[in-house]
């Protein structure tokens, strides 16, 4: 890694922190959905409670993600 300089470096770290962000966020979101419609499956008279739980839920991964991505994005480009 002798050619490698601090920008590049940078470029690469945040592209890896990206992926990982994304990835963590995709896998929390499937966990999330997977055990929602086993709930309605247990139980579809509660149907509507849980779907506004997952959203909610859904909603909350989806700005900790967002937010991962922009620090990623920030410290690429500092």
């Known amino acids: 890694m002798e050619g ?20 963590g966020g995709g896998a929390g979101i499937g966990r999330l959905a997977a055990s929602a419609m086993e709930g309605i499956a247990r ?3 509660s149907a ?3 779907q506004t739980a997952m959203i ?3 909603a ?9 991505l922009v620090i990623c ?5 500092k």
């Open 56 to 58: 909610i839920a859904a």
């Open 4 to 23: 490698l300089t601090g920008t590049a470096l940078a470029y690469l770290a945040a592209g890896i922190g990206a992926g990982v962000a994304v990835i």
């Open 43 to 45: 139980q579809p008279q």
């Open 73 to 77: 994005i920030i410290l690429a480009f």
């Open 60 to 68: 909350l991964i989806e700005g900790a993600t967002l937010f991962a």
């Open 48 to 50: 509507g409670n849980i």
